[in-house]
Each structure stands twice: as C-alpha cells, then as structure tokens.
C-alpha cells in the first residue's frame, strides 16, 4: 500500500499534472470571462439590431396550451438562439486562444533562435585547444628513416661500371 501512495505522490508531483491542473482551473475561469463577454457585451447589439434578445429565439413546434380541466401543456420549441450564442461562445474561446498560442509560439521561436545565437558567439568566443606538440620520434624509427633515406640516395645514384683492366 505504502508503493501505491509513493507511486501516486511520484504521479502527482510531476510537472505535466500540475500543469494540466493549472490550466484546467484556468480554463474554467477564462470560460466564465467569455460567457459574460458574449452574454453582457456582444449579444446586446446583436439583440438590438434582430428586435428581440437573441437567447429568447426559438422555433415553437407546438405552442403552450391549457386543457380544459386546466392543466398547462408546455410548449415544444427548438431554442436556435440558446445555440447560436453557443457558437459564439465557442468561436470567441477558439479565437482567444489561438491568439495566446501564436504567441507563446513566437516569443519561444524567438527564445530558441536567440539561445542558438549566444550558443554560436560562445563557441566563437571560446579559444580553440592548442594543437598537442608531435611525440618524439623513438630510437628505431629515426633508425628506419636514416636507413630508408639511405637506400633513396643509393637509387638515385647514377650506376658506374668499371670496365675490367687486362691482367699483366
């Protein structure tokens, strides 16, 4: 039992949670700040130029009716209105946040692309290592080259005969 708490602690302090819990409370209260941008700002006009406030609009399929015993029938009416504000509702969200992502995008973009650059200034900045001086060469490789610069002279030598001198 012990390991499932550690697990769910381990689960629940990681930074991707928090962050999803975060925006989930955010998101909530930027929903409420649309809504009554769309119900208290927008529609008003909306409302004014249509004669009518735009929620109250509906389709009535069948209209409200009282029986003759005295009972009321309620009325059967598909609210396009109700949806309507709905749309704008969803756009406005849409719009919002796409205009806060294509920020976020940019301003990193520009992070990223400064970040490279003080990066690239760094390495020029940084003194390049000094070459290692060459090893000395041993005793048997300076004996292989005197040897091999030797027979190269030999072979470059023009060859001489000597003609045989008669014996007296």
Do not use: C, Y
Request: glycine share 4%.
């Amino acid at each position: 039992m012990k390991k499932f708490f550690k697990d769910f602690k381990d689960f629940i302090a990681r930074g991707n949670v928090i962050n999803l819990a975060v925006g989930i409370i955010i998101g909530g209260a930027f929903n409420a700040i649309i809504t009554s941008l769309v119900n208290h700002v927008i529609m008003p006009p909306i409302s004014l130029l249509l004669g009518n406030e735009v929620s109250l609009l509906k389709w009535v399929i069948r209209p409200e009716v009282i029986n003759a015993d005295g009972t009321v029938v309620a009325e059967i009416a598909i609210s396009w209105g109700l949806f309507v504000q709905a749309i704008i509702n969803f756009l406005l969200i849409a719009l919002v946040l796409f205009i806060v992502v294509r920020v976020f995008t940019r301003l990193n973009e520009r992070a990223e692309a400064l970040r490279a650059k003080l990066l690239h200034k760094e390495k020029e900045a940084a003194p390049e290592p000094a070459p290692e001086p060459e090893p000395e060469p041993s005793e048997e490789v300076l004996l292989l080259r005197e040897i091999r610069d030797s027979l190269v002279t030999k072979k470059s030598e023009p060859k001489t005969t000597k003609k045989a001198e008669p014996k007296k």
